[in-house]
């Protein structure tokens, strides 16, 4: 019982956004999130490169050990400095169309040192595939014509000198291959390699109880019923690093469709223009891309940046809407 309950709060969180949305409908204060994220990840950033070129600067915790990552782990830094640099680029643009040059370069240095940061620091795997479906994105939402053109060319190049010339980047690739061609279940433990093995048993989980799931918080107890050998075939994992199969394991293919249908119906939320739009899109795009390699909704630090995020930009939107009514009335 204590692991069905410790299941359900994961889920939970989730009823956090429509009060959000209901909180920030209401006041006029969202922008002062939105500032306040873009803020944090700017102090950030800073600790982050100081830490990389000053490996003795006195600060009580590098993130699991590892140099330029102060707080958590990088996949959370580079999750977060990904938002950021998306944001980002549609100030930047803005300022660049109202002739605010200087205001539209600096913005894009800060973009530069974001990405940076995520291929030398906090080389996420995750991260390198969000990227390139977040510019895709961008020049689909914000650009035309031309400019749509050039502007993913320049991304496609950037990022092959990025594979080609930046060695954690190169490195952390390379090395996803490798795992991928020697896959051994009853062998050493290995990032890509694990994913494999827990996605292939999830498909048998699900599968076992395809509608209505084992029910909440039965991961570990499936996992654990699974267990043979040795390596990662041994490995009674609580994370299937998938959220499609997080869901459907315990509440099956019923719950991965309500899971879908709540995507959707954000997405959809955000589907105009401006900048409010924009950023609820992002968080949208990057939690769903992520989620393919990761249960990030039940992730605390990306389960609630989802939540919080969602919810105060759904309410920013909500009041836009209020306001172009009020005003026409």
Wanted: positive net charge.
């Amino acid at each position: 019982m204590a692991e069905r309950s410790e299941g359900l709060k994961s889920f939970l969180k989730l009823l956090v956004i429509p009060l959000l949305m209901i909180q920030f409908r209401r006041s006029g204060n969202g922008r002062w999130v939105v500032s306040g994220f873009l803020a944090s990840c700017g102090v950030l950033l800073a600790l982050s490169w100081l830490l990389t070129f000053v490996p003795g600067f006195p600060w009580p915790w590098h993130g699991k050990g590892q140099i330029g990552v102060p707080i958590k782990d990088y996949i959370s830094q580079s999750g977060e400095f990904i938002v950021c640099a998306a944001i980002l680029a549609w100030l930047g643009l803005k300022a660049w169309r109202e002739q605010r040059r200087g205001i539209a370069i600096t913005i894009a240095f800060a973009i530069v040192a974001l990405l940076a940061n995520i291929l030398t620091i906090a080389t996420s795997r995750t991260a390198l595939v969000v990227i390139p479906v977040l510019l895709v994105l961008f020049a689909y939402k914000h650009l035309s014509g031309k400019a749509i053109t050039a502007f993913l060319a320049v991304g496609i190049v950037a990022g092959a000198l990025a594979l080609v010339f930046v060695t954690p980047t190169r490195e952390n690739v390379a090395a996803m291959f490798t795992e991928v061609q020697t896959f051994d279940p009853g062998s050493g433990e290995t990032r890509a390699g694990a994913r494999l093995e827990f996605w292939k048993k999830s498909v048998g989980f699900i599968l076992e109880a395809p509608f209505v799931g084992h029910g909440t918080g039965s991961i570990r107890d499936q996992f654990r019923r699974s267990v043979r050998g040795t390596g990662m075939a041994a490995v009674a994992s609580s994370n299937p690093h998938n959220q499609t199969f997080a869901v459907a394991i315990q509440l099956g293919l019923l719950g991965a469709a309500v899971m879908f249908a709540m995507w959707m119906a954000h997405a959809l939320l955000f589907r105009g223009t401006g900048f409010v739009a924009w950023v609820g899109l992002v968080i949208v795009t990057q939690n769903v891309v992520g989620s393919l390699f990761n249960s990030h909704l039940f992730d605390f630090l990306q389960g609630w940046g989802y939540v919080i995020g969602v919810g105060v930009a759904a309410g920013m939107i909500l009041r836009q809407g209020d306001l172009k009514v009020a005003s026409r009335d």
